[in-house]
T-cell receptor, first 112, second 115 residues
Framework: ELKVEQNPLFLSMQEGKNYTIYCNYS?????LYWYRQDPGKSLESLFV?????AVKQEGRLMASLDTKARLSTLHITAAVHDLSATYFC????????????FGQGTRLTINP | GAVVSQHPSRVICKSGTSVKIECRSL??????MFWYRQFPKQSLMLMAT?????????EQGVEKDKFLINHASLTLSTLTVTSAHPEDSSFYIC???????????FGDGTRLSIL
């Protein structure tokens, strides 16, 4: 059974600083996803990581995947207030139907 | 890009009412649709997976008689919360997949409040 764990669960940081959110998963996952959720809203897809060593970047966010360590990271560079949100990672299992297993979420607050 | 429309966005109703939520894929055919529930400040929990024309597969602990899912076409799935009670109040989110090698696309969610 796939389990996905994120840390930290809460993160408060200053604008301009760098930080990393970690996502560990328990068994082989076919893909690893990162999503952003603003309060009261649904999920916004950020990244899909397909293979070991995959790295994707969009603006101040960069995601990477290490399948051997079963670890994905979401790195935030020079944070700005607009990045305040909850970030979820999710792994998926293709067993007849693709099923996503989500981490607990990391609530990120960026202070001016 | 692929768009999933979910309706209604918010429902407030009395205890004992049945509520239907619709999930439509607007510009693609969704072979599989998924229904999630999210309680405040928690993660998303998969409730069930539905494939067009067949019965939904429910996750452990989800009452199939309570949460009726119908996937009548390749673009529409519905979730009916029957005889809803305050403990059913939650944020319900659907997603649609185009196939086993395609990512899911999420609807905007439905906030259900049972008084």
């Amino acid at each position: 059974e796939l389990k996905v764990e994120q840390n930290p669960l809460f993160l408060s940081m200053q604008e301009g600083k760098n930080y990393t959110i970690y996502c560990n998963y328990s068994t082989t996952s076919d893909r690893l996803y990162w999503y952003r959720q603003d309060p009261g809203k649904s999920l916004e897809s950020l990244f899909v990581l397909l293979s070991n060593g995959a790295v994707k970047q969009e603006g101040r966010l960069m995601a990477s995947l290490d399948t051997k360590a079963r670890l994905s990271t979401l790195h935030i560079t020079a944070a700005v207030h607009d990045l305040s949100a909850t970030y979820f990672c999710a792994g998926d299992i293709i067993q007849g139907a693709q099923k996503l297993v989500f981490g607990q979420g990391t609530r990120l607050t960026i202070n001016p | 890009g692929a768009v999933v429309s979910q309706h209604p966005s918010r429902v407030i109703c009395k205890s004992g009412t049945s509520v239907k939520i619709e999930c439509r894929s607007l510009d693609f055919q969704a072979t599989t649709m998924f229904w999630y529930r999210q309680f405040p400040k928690q993660s998303l929990m998969l409730m069930a997976t539905s494939n067009e024309g067949s019965k939904a597969t429910y996750e452990q602990g989800v009452e199939k008689d309570k949460f009726l899912i119908n996937h009548a076409s390749l673009t529409l799935s519905t979730l009916t919360v029957t005889s809803a009670h305050p403990e059913d109040s939650s944020f319900y989110i659907c997603s649609a997949g185009q196939g086993t090698n395609q990512p899911q696309h999420f609807g905007d969610g439905t906030r259900l409040s049972i008084l």
